[in-house]
């Protein structure tokens, strides 16, 4: 497989002018920095979320910075994805640049006190949607007719133990195999499959456990930058495995970290 043309056009290395983008959970947190930042490069983005009163107003907002596009659906469901992907379909006339799943939750709790509907809930949301929506995007990616993308949002606590609870970590663990896995299989394809695995960052799904000063000390403690990210950082590492930039990378999964991963005794 040849290097994309913008390999000796450095401006172009950096944006990601009309790339079809489609980012899960793009109106709060992470992904909501994510759809900023792709805005900005010059990308078209289809989102979407469950809440529809917060995406009409993102949608609102963004309308004036680019291109977006957004329905209401929960991906933890396996019809909403069907019509999501259908309706992305239809949105990018059958083609796809770039894949962000970004979407996830979380429980955390010992193992023996969740009901199983909740691990089935964590398992749903994170790992079975991100699987899914890879395998029902695939001919749409197949389709772009530049070096085509998938990047996952995992985290720290799919690499090492951190106290998440085991069915969260296991989740975002699994979805680092599955970046491994479709990065060889999708490499003929020309789809670079790549994940991000952010540590604490500013984000509501966040906002209650930080907020015991104790939990955010001990959290600081362990984190040589000692500081929570921002999502703006998170999403800069998602945008730039999106782009041809980053061209020559599949199959990684960048840390953003603050140093966390690395800080051993
Ligand atoms: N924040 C952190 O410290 C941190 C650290 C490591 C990894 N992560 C990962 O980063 C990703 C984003 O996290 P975040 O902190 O930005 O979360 P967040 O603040 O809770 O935002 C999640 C976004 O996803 C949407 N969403 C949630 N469940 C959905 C579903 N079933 N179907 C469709 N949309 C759904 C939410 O909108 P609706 O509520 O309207 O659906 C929202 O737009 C997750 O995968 C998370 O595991 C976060």
């Given at each position: 497989?040849?290097?994309?043309?913008s390999r000796r056009d450095p401006e172009r290395r950096w944006r990601l002018d009309g790339a079809r983008t489609f980012v899960t959970g793009g109106t709060k947190g992470i992904g909501r920095a994510i759809v900023d930042m792709m805005l900005d490069r010059g990308a078209r983005v289809f989102t979407t979320a469950r809440d529809g009163e917060v995406l009409a107003a993102?949608?609102?907002e963004w309308r004036t910075l680019g291109d977006a596009h957004g329905v209401t659906s929960d991906v933890s469901r396996d019809e909403d994805r069907a019509a999501v992907v259908e309706a992305v379909a239809d949105h990018f006339d059958g083609e796809l640049d770039v894949l962000i799943n970004n979407v996830g939750t979380n429980v955390r709790k010992p193992l023996v006190d969740y009901e199983g509907s909740?691990?089935?809930h964590i398992?749903?949301?994170n790992l079975h949607s991100a699987v899914d929506l890879c395998r029902r995007c695939f001919d749409l990616l197949t389709r772009s007719d530049r070096a085509a993308s998938v990047v996952s949002v995992l985290s720290v606590a799919g690499l090492t133990h951190v106290r998440s609870g085991a069915p969260y970590g296991m989740t975002k663990s699994a979805l680092v195999q599955l970046t491994r896995n479709l990065a060889?299989?999708?490499?003929?394809?020309?789809?670079?499959?790549?994940?991000?695995a952010p540590w604490y960052t500013r984000t509501p799904l966040v906002e209650g456990v930080l907020s015991?000063?104790?939990y955010r000390a001990e959290v600081l403690a362990r984190t040589p930058m000692d500081r929570i990210a921002e999502p703006e950082e998170v999403a800069a590492a998602v945008v730039f495995l999106s782009m041809p930039a980053a061209s020559y990378v599949t199959g990684h999964c960048l840390a953003v970290d603050g140093g966390f991963l690395i800080n051993g005794y």
């Open positions: 497989m040849s290097a994309p043309t993102r949608l609102d909740e691990i089935a398992f749903d949301t060889v299989e999708w490499a003929p394809h020309g789809i670079r499959v790549n994940a991000v015991d000063p104790e």
